[in-house]
């Protein structure tokens, strides 16, 4: 059993920042990947960041330049630095993690961009 607990959402206005955090019950690096995705109601969940193993990153193009995932020196923790935040960045994050056999995901957290 593996779990992935987000937080650091809320509420801010265009412009200002964010840091989500994503807690592991086991070592990161025991992934292939971690990522945050989002997901707004109606709409199919998008793949925002993804760190391997290695340290590489991709991103989305429509935060390229913005977000920034990076790890914990805890090796525990995944984080999602957002700044420059926009309206249409409003959703839900959720974390995930993957192995080749499956990937696990939190349950999300809330991030709410408003003028």
């Known amino acids: 059993q593996v779990d992935l607990v987000e937080s650091g959402g809320g509420s801010v206005q265009p412009g200002e920042s964010l840091t989500l955090a994503c807690a592991a019950s086991?070592?990161?690096?025991?992934?292939?990947?971690m990522a945050w995705s989002r997901q707004v109601p109606g709409k199919q969940r998008e793949l925002v960041a993804e760190?391997?193993?290695?340290?590489?990153?991709t991103y989305a193009d429509s935060v390229k330049g913005r977000f920034t995932i990076f790890r914990g020196a805890d090796a525990r923790t995944v984080y999602l630095r957002m700044d420059n935040l926009k309206s249409e960045d409003t959703g839900t994050y959720y974390c995930s993690g993957q192995i080749p056999s499956r990937s696990y995901w939190g349950q999300g957290t809330q991030v709410t961009v408003f003028s």
């Open positions: 760190i391997n193993v290695g340290g590489w990153c």
């Open positions: 086991k070592n990161i690096f025991e992934f292939n990947a």
